[in-house]
C-alpha cells in the first residue's frame, strides 16, 4: 500500500471524520489519497484556520482534532494554531508535508524544518524517515495527543514516503516506556488532603480546565455537594462547574469577581483541581491567598509548585482523583460553613458583576451578551476571539455546561475564534454556536467567511464593533495617559463584506434594537454575521491591574 | 551550585535538541553535555552539569526533563554518592618548560603522555573534575596549543 494510503487509513482506524486543511506542492499524494476517502474535508482559506478550526473541533468534542498543511510555507502557517493548542492542552494531530528526504536540509523549495520550529510549541513531533514506521507514528501520535495532559502531535511526512509501498499493519497496543501518564491519586495524599478539608474553616475550590478535559464536571458537582465548599472556576475552566449553582463564584483573576478574589485572599484552603496558576489568575505572586493551604490536583506533575507552592500534590487525572476524593469523605468531620458562606454573600450582594447603560444611546456590549445568554437560555456553544469580547462574553454569559466556552486561554491568539466556531460547528451541527468577536481579531481569520459560505457552516458571527482594539485601548487609557498608539481602527463595513461572501449581514446600532437582532441572528438557518456598533470606550471592568494583588480591584468594588 | 543530573533517553535523533532547548529556553548555560549510549543500545545516558541560581527553577527543568516523552528517568546527583571522570586531551608546544612539567606531573601519576615529538606533545588525563582542574593550573606553566575536553560522566554507588 502507498504511504499515503496507508496515512488515510490509519487515519481512519483512529475515528476520525474530519480533515481540515490545504493543499499544496508536498502533499499532493496525500490529497489523492484523501479524495475518495470516508473523510471528510475541509479547506479552510488559510492553514492558520485549519489548525484552529480543528482545534475548535477538539475542543467541542474531546475528541483528536486534526489538520493538514503542505511543507515550508504551510506548515509554518499552522505554528500559531499549534501553540494555541499547545498551550491550552488541547489534542490534536497536525500533519505537514516534507520535502522528500532527499533534500531535506538542502534548502529546498518550500523546505522548513518544522521539527525544530515546531519542538517546543507541540507536546510532541515526529519526521517519518522510514515507511515502515508510518502506521505506528501515526497511532503512536493520537495516543500522545489524547492522553495524559493532552496536547498536538506533529507529524512530518515527506513526499517520497506518501509515495512508497509497505505493507499497512495496525498497531493495537501503544506501549511508550518512557511516557506513562499517572491517573489514579496517591492514597496517602487523598488522605492528607482530606484531612486539611477537615481542619479548614474558609476553603475555596478553584476548578480549571483540566475539570473538563478529564470529563470530572459531574465528579466535581458531587465533591462540591457533599462538602458545601464555594467554586471558582478559572477562564479555561468555565462550564466545569455550573455557573448558576448557589456556590459558584464564578471566574477569578485579572476580570473576574469581586466576590472570588476576595474569597481567594480570605480563604485559608485552596482546593485547586486542574488549574496551573496562571499569572492572569493569581495576579501578584505574594499576595495570592496568603494565608491559605494549597491542595493541587494535576495531571502534569511540571504545573506543580511551578507559581505557587503547594502543601498537598496529587498528581493524577482530576475525575479519577474527585472519586477518591468523594468515597473518602468522612461528613461528620466537614466542618459547618456557614459564616464563611455568609462572608461570600456580602461580598456577591455588594460587588456584583454589573455595567451602566450609556449615556449616548449607544450599545453596551455586555447587553448584547445578556440577551444572548437570556434567549439560547445557556444552551448555545460560545466561541470567542481574543480581547474585550473575549472577557466580556467569559462574564455575562453563564456557562452550566462543559466544552460549551471555546477561547483561547493561554496564548490569547487573535484569529483563533471564528476558525475555531467552523470547527465546533462541524463537529456539532446540531448544536448552536455563537462567535463573539471584536472588530480587530474578526479581521485577523475572516477570509474563512469563504469556508463558512462554502460548506454552508451555520455559525453565528456577533462582532462587538468599538472601531478600536479595545483590550489594549482600555490599557492606554488606564496606564498610558490616553495615548492611543496603535490601536484604532478603520473598518470595512462587515456587512458588505459578508455579502460579498453570499452571508447574510445586520447592523444593530440602538441598545432598543438589540433583543430583537438577537432573535434574528438565533433563528436563522443560515450563517449570519452581525455588526454590533457598541459604545466605544467601554472597558471590562473589575480588572486588576497587572502584577497588582487580586483583591486590589478596580471599576466594580463597592 | 553546580549540579549534576543523568537522564537516560531514547536513543533517536532530536532527543539532544529537545534536552537542551528545555535549559536554553530559560536562558541557563549547560556547563558541561556528555552524551554515549548504554549497554542497552536504544538507551543513552546523557550526563548534564549545570549551575543553578535558582533551585525553584532547576527542579522545575528536572520535571520538565522527566516530562519529556523520550526522557525514561532522571538522576541528580547532586546530593548522592557518586563517582565521576571527566577525560581531557591537550597538545602542548614541546619546549624545554613542557619537559620539566612533564617529568613531574607524570610522575604524581596525574597525566599519561600519549604522543611526544619536536614540536609537540600530547597527553591525556582522566579524573574527577576537581583534579582536572588543578592539572590544567600545573600545565599553565606550558605553551597550550588545544585543549579539549568531554565534560562530565557519572555513575551512582
Partial sequence: ?558 | MKHTIQALVENRFGVLARVSSLFSARGYNITSLAVGETADPTVSCMTIVVNAEDERILEQIKKQLNKLIDVITVNDFTHKEYIERELILIKLSADRNCEEMLTTAVKKGSIRVIEKNKNFCIIEACSERHKIEEILKELKKAEVIELVRTGKIAIGK
Fill in chain 1, 1 to 558: 500500500m502507498k504511504g499515503s494510503r496507508i496515512l488515510i487509513e490509519s487515519l481512519l482506524k483512529e475515528g476520525v471524520e474530519v480533515i481540515f486543511g490545504y493543499p499544496g506542492g508536498s502533499v499532493i499524494p496525500l490529497f489523492d489519497s484523501l479524495y475518495d476517502a470516508p473523510i471528510k474535508f475541509i479547506l479552510t482559506r488559510h492553514e492558520q484556520a485549519a489548525a484552529h478550526a480543528a482545534d475548535g473541533y477538539a475542543r467541542v468534542t474531546g475528541k483528536v482534532g486534526v489538520c493538514l498543511a503542505t511543507s515550508g510555507p504551510g506548515a509554518t502557517n499552522l505554528t500559531t494554531g499549534i501553540a494555541t493548542a499547545h498551550m491550552d492542552s488541547i489534542p490534536m494531530v497536525v500533519i505537514t508535508g516534507q520535502v522528500k528526504t532527499s533534500l531535506i536540509g538542502n534548502d529546498a523549495f518550500q523546505e522548513a524544518d518544522v521539527i525544530g520550529i515546531t519542538r517546543s510549541i507541540s507536546k510532541y513531533n515526529y519526521l517519518v524517515k522510514d515507511i515502515k514506521d508510518l502506521a505506528y507514528t501515526i497511532r503512536e501520535a493520537f495516543y500522545i495527543a489524547a492522553s495524559g495532559r493532552p496536547g498536538p502531535v506533529v507529524i512530518d511526512v515527506p513526499v517520497d514516503i506518501q509515495t512508497q509501498e509497505a505493507e499497512f499493519k495496525y498497531f493495537d497496543k501503544i506501549e511508550i516506556r518512557s511516557y506513562r501518564p499517572t491517573h489514579l491519586g496517591h492514597p496517602g495524599q487523598i488522605r492528607k488532603a482530606l484531612k486539611l478539608i477537615y481542619q479548614s474553616k474558609k476553603p475555596v475550590i478553584i476548578a480549571g480546565g483540566g475539570v473538563i478535559i478529564s470529563g470530572a464536571n459531574q465528579e466535581l458537582l458531587k465533591f462540591v455537594e457533599d462538602t458545601d465548599i464555594p467554586v471558582t472556576e478559572t477562564f479555561m475552566g468555565l462550564g466545569g462547574f455550573p455557573s448558576t449553582h448557589k456556590l459558584s463564584l464564578g471566574m477569578p483573576g485579572m476580570h473576574g469577581t469581586v466576590y472570588a478574589n476576595m474569597a481567594i485572599t480570605e480563604s485559608d484552603l485552596l482546593v485547586s483541581i486542574g488549574c496551573r496558576f496562571d499569572d492572569r489568575v493569581t495576579g501578584k505572586i505574594e499576595a495570592f491567598a496568603p494565608g491559605a493551604k494549597i491542595i493541587h490536583i494535576d495531571i502534569d506533575p511540571t504545573s506543580i509548585s511551578k507559581n505557587i507552592k503547594v502543601d498537598v500534590p496529587i498528581v493524577g487525572d482530576a475525575k479519577n482523583i474527585l472519586e477518591q476524593l468523594t468515597e473518602g469523605i468522612d461528613e461528620s468531620k466537614i466542618p459547618d460553613f456557614g459564616p464563611w458562606h455568609k462572608n461570600i454573600q456580602d461580598w456577591k450582594k455588594k460587588n456584583p458583576l454589573r455595567y451602566e447603560t450609556s449615556k449616548r444611546g449607544k450599545i453596551k456590549p455586555q447587553q448584547v451578551i445578556e440577551e444572548i445568554y437570556a434567549q439560547t437560555k445557556g444552551t448555545a456553544v460560545i466561541v470567542t476571539e481574543v480581547g474585550q469580547n473575549q472577557m466580556w462574553a467569559a462574564q455575562f454569559y453563564k456557562f452550566d455546561y462543559p466544552r460549551h466556552f471555546l477561547s483561547s486561554g493561554g496564548l490569547g491568539t487573535m484569529g483563533f475564534g471564528f476558525p475555531a466556531a467552523i470547527g465546533a460547528k462541524l463537529a456539532k451541527p446540531s448544536q448552536e454556536v455563537i462567535l463573539i468577536a471584536g472588530d480587530g481579531s474578526i479581521q485577523m481569520n475572516i477570509q474563512e467567511l469563504a469556508t463558512v459560505s462554502t460548506y454552508g457552516v451555520n455559525v453565528k458571527v456577533v462582532i462587538l464593533n468599538n472601531y478600536c482594539l479595545g483590550m489594549v485601548r482600555q490599557w492606554q487609557e488606564l496606564f498610558y495617559n490616553r495615548r492611543y498608539s496603535g490601536t484604532p481602527l478603520k473598518n470595512p463595513d462587515f456587512v458588505k463584506v459578508a455579502q460579498g461572501y453570499g452571508i447574510k449581514g445586520l447592523r444593530v446600532e440602538k441598545p432598543e434594537n438589540v433583543k430583537s437582532a438577537v432573535k434574528k441572528i438565533i433563528s436563522s438557518n443560515e450563517p449570519v454575521v452581525a455588526d454590533f456598533r457598541i459604545e466605544e470606550e467601554e472597558n471590562v471592568f473589575p480588572m486588576v491591574p497587572a502584577g497588582e494583588a487580586i483583591n486590589r480591584m478596580i471599576g466594580g468594588m463597592a
